[in-house]
């Protein structure tokens, strides 16, 4: 079992077996969840997560993580990886926090443990994406040191290479075609 460890947090990779109690809403044995926890994008996760293991491409530790609070051992979101890298050696992330845990900095706290797991196993750059008016996750992005590398009417693309990589320079598909 991988946990990365914060300050504040544990970020708990999930098995199969908990990605399935998180979909079905089966409350842990613990009822560590915080009220508004699982969230729609816990839920995205957990489902992504379950496909790939049903495919036969288990992403460990590449998968989702759960964001417990240390504290009092509350979930009150996820992050994760959207698959192990890719040929270049980058990797997409992802996270959000149930909104009763919102602006307290947990979410910049556990992408940065994520960002220095994922440079521990040879990750050369990571990626991620927010909509254009989700001015929240851009602060936290930018928090971590991405740079936004893209747009258009919907979303931003960010990415960050892994330090002693290098400028953040690989272009970046934007759907419909060419690169930013």
């Known amino acids: 079992m991988t946990e990365l460890r914060t300050r504040r947090l544990v970020l ?7 990605a399935h109690c ?4 089966v409350r842990a044995t613990t009822d560590r969840w915080a009220p508004d926890y699982p969230g729609p994008l816990d839920l995205r996760g957990a ?11 288990d992403p460990r530790p590449f998968g989702t993580f759960e964001i417990r609070r240390a504290e009092d051992g509350r ?3 996820g992050l994760g990886f959207h698959g ?7 990797v997409t992330v992802g996270y959000g926090l149930v909104p009763s845990a919102r602006g307290a900095g947990y979410a910049t706290e556990s992408l940065r ?4 797991f994922a440079w521990s196993r040879g990750v050369t750059r990571a990626r991620a994406d927010t909509g254009v008016d989700n001015l929240a996750s851009q602060r936290v992005l930018a928090a971590v040191g991405m740079r936004c590398v893209a747009e258009n009417r919907v979303l ?25």
Do not use: K, M, Q
């Open 12 to 18: 708990h990779l999930l098995t199969p077996d908990e």
């Open 22 to 25: 998180l979909i079905d809403g």
């Open 47 to 57: 489902t992504a997560f379950l496909d790939a293991c049903a495919a036969g491409h």
């Open 75 to 77: 979930a009150i979101g």
């Open 84 to 90: 192990p890298p890719g040929e270049d050696g980058a």
């Open 113 to 116: 443990a994520l960002l220095e």
């Open 156 to 180: 931003r693309w960010y990415e960050l290479p892994a330090p002693d990589n290098g400028p953040a320079s690989t272009p970046v598909p934007v759907p419909g075609g060419g690169s930013a």
